[in-house]
Nanobody
Framework: QVQLVESGGGLVQAGGSLRLSCAASGRTFSSYAMGWFRQAPGKEREFVATISWIGGTTYYADSVKGRFTISRDNAKNTLYLQMNSLNPEETAVYYC??????????????WGQGTQVTVSS
């Protein structure tokens, strides 16, 4: 069992940066691949990035590649998402998830409650 709590969301101007964190409880955090997803109002939840259980493999949605960086610190049971050059279309609730990895939300068993990111123009 893994419990996830996101933090670091907020209001940022277009072109700005934010760093999201996801604190995990449970001794098995390092056993799971982790992912970030986001859901904008009126839209479906979409994949953002994923990282393997040991952190050696990452994969990004094309829309964020080169601007976002996913990382994890297994010693601290924490997942991160560094987001740079944000644009207003990326306003959404951002969720972290733990599971088998990949871009499909169905591959993740555990989800956080989400953190709001608002990008103003």
């Amino acid at each position: 069992q893994v419990q996830l709590v996101e933090s670091g969301g907020g209001l940022v101007q277009a072109g700005g940066s934010l760093r999201l964190s996801c604190a995990a409880s449970g001794r098995t955090f390092s056993s799971y691949a982790m992912g970030w997803f986001r859901q904008a109002p009126g839209k479906e939840r979409e994949f953002v990035a994923t990282i393997s259980w040991i952190g050696g493999t990452t994969y990004y949605a094309d829309s964020v590649k080169g601007r976002f960086t996913i990382s994890r610190d297994n010693a601290k049971n924490t997942l991160y998402l560094q987001m740079n050059s944000l644009n207003p279309e990326e306003t959404a609730v951002y969720y972290c998830a733990a599971g088998a990895g990949g871009s499909g939300s169905g591959r993740y068993n555990y989800w956080g409650q989400g953190t709001q990111v608002t990008v103003s123009s």
